[in-house]
Nanobody, 127 residues
């Protein structure tokens, strides 16, 4: 079975850093579109960053460009989201997601509906 397990959330002061991890299992094939989404209370789920594991190509939302970095470790089947210069507006539940059918060719916010597999989420709080 496909499984995504996030870790690494927590509380941090403004300007601080956190690294989220998403361990993926059960995927086969040459590439998977992996994404990090976030959802704050009362707001829609927002695509933060994506990476296509076959090529390493990435997408970032304008709100995090230059501060967040998505990366992968294929040997560990893990995708990371390094978050630097965190702001209070980054506070949200962060979710890892996977789309087995597309190549992450996003030029604007990836629709959550494109992603069929989701982790349980990890809370990030910036004060």
């Amino acid at each position: 079975d496909v499984q995504l397990v996030e870790s690494g959330g927590g509380s941090v002061q403004s300007g601080g850093s956190l690294r989220l991890s998403c361990a993926a299992s059960g995927y086969r094939g040459s590439g998977v579109c992996m994404g990090w989404f976030r959802q704050a209370p009362g707001k829609a789920r927002e695509g933060v960053a994506t990476i296509y594991t076959g090529t390493g190509s990435t997408y970032y939302a304008d709100s995090v460009k230059g501060r967040f970095t998505i990366s992968q470790d294929n040997a560990k089947n893990t995708v990371y989201l390094q978050m630097n210069s965190l702001k209070p507006e980054d506070t949200a539940m962060y979710y890892c997601a996977a789309d087995r059918f597309r190549r992450c060719l996003y030029k604007s916010g990836p629709p959550p509906s494109d992603f069929g597999d989701w982790g349980q989420g990890t809370q990030v709080t910036v004060s």
